[in-house]
């Protein structure tokens, strides 16, 4: 009995020890304190909509001068870089021969309106004859027949002064339009410009419709580009623009939109601005590619 003590006794304490054994645990590691940061919130920057969008300069008026008809060249009087006024004088075109047909037609002319006095004369004589005849006839002092002679021949005299003033008024045209061929020989500036370029010679045989002379007004400069379609309520007339060209560094222009496309290109859904330059041009030229920069609203 004392001894199922004991052993009693002994399993106990060894049950103890293993239970301590097994309830031990590992400390568990001390987490790191999840901190969360908060960044600092930054002002969202201004959003920049301006457009960007390119074009060449053009002008208004920029022509090539044609020959108006065929002809030689007689001499030129203007070269590329020439600054001209309208009407000035280009180039001569041989003209010889039509003045002296114009010549020709001015003598025909005069003589047609003698040959018109002459009858006109002469319907007055009849047309006199004819009223004293007429007061004869009331005199019984001659026939019928007499009368209606008279009257005939003053009748027919005035058919003829129509037929001649007919012929002058023909004359004249004749003479007119001589006159204009030889206008055409003169080859003259259509507007105030520059002569961009010279495509005849001295002595050169030119027909009609061949160019002589490409020139170009300086002013006002206008620029020529596109928007995407977005803006077709956006952007109007007056609204202004800054303009810049990479041929002319450090220049920067004003200009204002004068005209509108009413309609949306549809195979690139562009609409189609055009703008002029506001103030003086400085160094800006024709044909010079120009950026302009567009913001929407101002």
Known sequence: MKARLLLAFALAVLATVALGGCSETKPAEASAPTTQTASAVQPAAPKDDAVLASGPLVVENQVDVAAQREGVVLRTMAEPGLRVKKNQLLAELDDRQVLADWEAARAKTRSIEADLKNWEAEAKVLEADYQRAQKMWDAQLITKEQLDHARYKAESDQWDVKRVQELLANARLTERSLELEVEK???????????????????????????????????????????????LGTVKKGQELWLTTPDVEGEKHKARIIELSPVVDPSSGTIEVLAEVVGPAQELRPGMTANVRFEPGR
């Open 185 to 231: 020989t003169k080859i003259r500036a259509p507007f105030n410009g520059l002569v961009a370029r010279r495509y005849v010679r001295d002595g050169q045989k030119v027909a009609v419709g061949d160019r002589l002379f490409w020139v170009t007004a300086e002013g006002p400069l206008r620029v020529r580009f596109t928007l995407p379609e977005r803006y």
